[in-house]
DNA sequence: GCTCTGCCAAGAGGA
């Protein structure tokens, strides 16, 4: 928040000011919106606006006058004019934005024939949602906020199927036979029978469907493909810039191949991404003379528009290839239900046009929260205008979004201007909503935006383009230097089995482990964000991943750079929620009611009337294996008829194992605390497991620091230990082992326990994974400094469960045995894995976990998801 | 103070 006030503030100053500001106060403003943007000068320009005034020119219209710079000391500056209606770009003062065209004598001018301005060209906006805005930019804003509103058809999944025929045909063939086999093929995938089972079709109509569209794949493919002479090719009216003065814009059209299919790009010259359906090499024959080009082809499954929008997803497409490739000047839109194709020329107006629409839904997006007019409130910004097409909103799923928004952010704190014809429908659409839900909803709204906004949480991979790997390394967070080896193995559907190899010597010290997701891109500039996927395996030399492309295609010889994923911050799901509760519907009535007016839970009152006659046995039998308090919690959970609030921790059993060594001093270092003492300690009683014939994926082993895990695995590695699981207390929450080992790492004269440590529910994991045996390791001196494990160490020293290694660095291990015996260690009245399995097969609306007060905690509520 | 949580994604078509 300190952040988003040092903005404000800022602009809240007139531009005069603007331009007389001392340099640090702008240095501090680009620090805190744009972390880790670079200011730079030549092809990949990124300028800080220092100022913004608007003046008239000498035939009396309005320009817009920017003085920028690429300098991070900001000495050095730059001027921009903006003309004609690029003095619309909502640009201001503290801004970064990359510019297109030419710069003379330290001055850029942007006009309408000349030249592109891009507004936070880091922030990546997709083709489709551009092209959507076209229409309504409330809807497009609103869409990339609620995502999931728009509900699933038949229409897509059949899109989405003949998408993928097409594909496969186009590198294959379009024989009949072959055709009609891809289809069934297709059809078969496991992820479109989930969604025909969701939509409720059956297999047949769907298949009966695709076929009817297979004639015209293989028209278009006898149309463009495969000719004996070049005039058999159909003939175009096509005229591209490069070719301009001369008049002939007739042409026969060649398809010659697929380059790629599904490509994948960023373009953050443009600020721009998406996915091209299909990467067509063409000859274009013109006269006497061809001209191969490779373009994009769009692929349309709907009706034939040929509309504004189907033809500006394919001029953003051009944009984007110029990001892997030569400027394609155009792009094609096929529709697959009659074979035609329509040449999309990417002329400049159309180019310019989009791109003033990308900044300005860039804008819109960059700007969430503002400052109500009275004071330092922080709000919900308002979004783009309602438009006056009631045509339009009638077939909108943002509608109920859309007039929500309305009434319960930009009614209730704006003077936003409705338009009176809209008026009506917005009533309409929130009337069944009572004022505090309306709170709520902006309330949550609010917040949620507030934490997609925070520092750490904001979502970006702009490291990947402003940050040479070598560079990135140094974070641990990025492997660069990597080469494709051996040949690449389809496991499944969109996934490939990938081998790299560091080119020079060894991979350096990562962070990155199996099972992280991460970002595949080329060294080189170009090939951003290549492929995502995780890591299967990674060691001194070599990774292997997994990853949704089958880079085969590229020259082995291309130098990659894996990217840890960063965390994305999920409020997508949330707010999706957020808006499904306020739908006019019965469950949402329902749920409103219980969470947003508190309406008490009932119960029902007895057992016999909600539990199914066969079911009795198999609740009688899971039940006998609960201790009493946990019997009782959850014959509740059986009754509940909307929800009911479980208190619970887990934990109990014991028995006793000794060991003799870990002195074994904590190791701080860059990666993180570890402890190599009471790694090997833990890796050689894992190998007595093993030994004893204990199965090596029934052992998991758990620390909370991921260093101690990497030194861990590492001996792992050298040892004959097949594979033990070895991960974070985090990663195993809601998970369990038969044996779990856990190694607590901190040991240390002065007693410093860190932060992570301290969380009492951290703890409360790790001692609570083990299903038959489990193991602490762990410095007794240092991690009694903290009341819950000084209570821990009580209790299992009174019961004899620990060890002591050595003399004066003491060391404790134990292990007990749970579900064994009925005496509850701390008396803990609940082990809540034990619930939920069992209220989730009763159908229950909430599972709800309470953290309990076995370790002097404040009282939290969690509440989990929802069925 | 060194950890994790919500996570695949841009588009599938409608009018």
Request: charged share 25%.
């Amino acid at each position: 928040m300190e952040q988003l006030g040092e903005l404000e503030l800022l602009m809240e100053k007139s531009f005069g000011e603007e331009a007389a500001l001392p340099a640090e106060l702008f240095q501090k403003k680009v620090v805190s919106s744009f972390p880790k943007t670079v200011l730079t000068g030549g092809m990949d320009n990124r300028y800080l606006v220092l100022a913004v005034d608007i003046v008239q020119n000498e035939e009396g219209n309005h320009e817009k006058h920017l003085i920028i710079t690429a300098h991070q000391s900001l000495e050095y500056k730059d001027r921009c004019i903006l003309r004609n209606d690029w003095c619309s770009v909502p640009v201001e003062p503290g801004d970064i934005i990359h510019l297109e065209g030419d710069c003379t004598a330290g001055t850029w001018i942007i006009d309408k024939h000349f030249g592109y301005l891009i507004l936070y060209p880091d922030m990546l906006i997709s083709g489709t949602s551009i092209a959507s805005s076209i229409r309504c930019m409330r809807r497009a804003v609103l869409s990339e906020t609620f995502r999931g509103s728009d509900p699933a058809t038949r229409q897509m999944l059949i899109g989405t199927v003949l998408h993928e025929v097409f594909q496969k045909a186009i590198s294959n063939s379009f024989a009949p036979e072959k055709l009609q086999e891809l289809a069934f093929q297709t059809i078969q995938e496991i992820k479109h029978l989930k969604e025909m089972y969701r939509l409720n079709l059956n297999q047949d109509e769907i298949k009966q469907e695709v076929e009817e569209y297979l004639p015209s794949f293989s028209k278009w493919a006898g149309d463009f493909m495969h000719k004996n002479t070049l005039t058999d090719f159909p003939q175009m009216q096509l005229s591209l810039p490069s070719n301009d003065g001369k008049n002939n814009s007739t042409c026969n059209i060649e398809v010659v191949n697929s380059v790629d299919i599904e490509e994948s790009i960023w373009s953050p010259r443009f600020g721009l991404k998406g996915k091209i359906d299909v990467t067509v090499g063409v000859k274009i024959h013109r006269g006497c003379k061809t001209k191969y080009k490779i373009m994009p082809l769009e692929l349309k499954t709907g009706k034939e528009s040929n509309s504004i929008e189907h033809r500006s997803q394919v001029v953003l497409y051009t944009l984007l290839s110029q990001e892997r490739r030569a400027d394609p000047e155009a792009g094609w839109l096929l529709y697959l239900k009659t074979g035609q194709m329509y040449p999309v020329p990417a002329n400049h107006l159309d180019k310019r046009e989009l791109l003033k629409l990308r900044n300005q839904m860039a804008f819109f997006l960059f700007h969430r929260i503002s400052k109500s007019a009275s004071g330092q409130k922080t709000q919900l910004a308002s979004l783009p205008q309602i438009i006056e097409e009631e045509k339009t909103c009638k077939y909108c799923s943002q509608m109920g979004n859309c007039a929500l928004y309305s009434r319960a952010v930009e009614q209730h704190t704006d003077d936003s201007s409705v338009p009176i014809i809209m008026l009506p429908k917005i009533k309409e659409e929130t009337q069944h909503l009572k004022l505090s839900h309306l709170e709520y909803f902006r309330l949550w709204c609010l917040m949620l935006t507030l934490e997609s906004q925070s520092k750490d949480n904001r979502k970006n991979h702009q490291n990947i383009w402003l940050m040479p790997a070598s560079k990135m390394e140094e974070s641990g967070n990025c492997i660069g230097n990597l080469i494709r080896t051996k040949h690449v193995k389809t496991v499944g559907d969109g996934q490939y089995l990938h081998n790299f190899l560091r080119k020079n010597g060894t991979i350096p010290v990562t962070n990155l482990m199996a099972g992280d997701r991460i970002i595949l891109s080329g060294e080189e500039r170009p090939l951003f964000a290549l492929s995502r996927g995780y890591v299967k395996e990674i060691n001194m030399t070599t990774v292997t991943c997994l990853l949704d492309r089958n880079l085969s295609i590229l020259p082995e010889s291309t130098l990659l750079r894996l990217d840890q994923e960063e965390k994305n911050c999920d409020i997508d799901t949330p707010l999706g929620n957020l808006s499904k509760l306020m739908e006019n519907t019965d469950v949402s009535k329902k749920l409103r009611d219980l969470i947003i007016d508190f309406r008490e839970p009932q119960f029902i009152s007895y057992l016999s009337s909600v539990l199914p006659h066969d079911a009795k046995d198999t609740v009688a039998c899971i039940l006998k294996g609960l201790n009493k308090p946990q019997r009782q919690a959850m014959k509740k959970v059986l009754l509940s008829k909307d929800y009911t609030l479980i208190v619970g921790m887990p934990g109990t059993g014991k028995t006793t194992t000794i060991c003799t060594l870990l002195p074994a001093p904590e190791q701080v270092e860059k990666g993180g605390v570890s402890n190599i003492t009471e790694a090997k300690l833990l890796v050689f009683l894992t190998s007595i497991f093993i030994k004893a014939g204990s199965n090596p994926s029934d052992i998991g082993i758990i620390a909370p620091y991921r260093q101690q895990l990497k030194i861990i695995n590492d001996l792992l590695a050298h040892s004959s230990i097949g594979m033990v699981e070895v991960n974070t207390v985090d990663k195993y929450q809601g998970r369990d082992k038969s044996i779990i080992l856990v190694s607590f790492v901190r040991s240390n004269k002065d007693g410093t326990l860190g932060e992570l440590l301290k969380d009492w529910r951290r703890l409360n994991v790790a001692i609570t994974r083990a299903k038959h045996k489990l193991i602490l390791l762990g410095c007794v001196p240092s991690l009694n400094c903290y009341p819950p494990l000084e209570k821990l160490f009580y209790h299992l020293n009174s019961e004899k469960l620990i060890s002591f290694l050595f003399c004066n660095m003491k060391v404790f291990v134990t292990y007990w045995e749970i579900f064994q015996e009925d005496k509850a260690l701390f008396s803990l009245p609940f082990h809540t894995r034990a619930v939920s399995p069992l209220a989730s097969a009763c159908g229950l609306y909430f599972v709800c976990y309470k953290s309990s007060a076995w370790l002097d905690c404040e009282d939290n509520f969690y509440l989990k998801g929802t069925k």
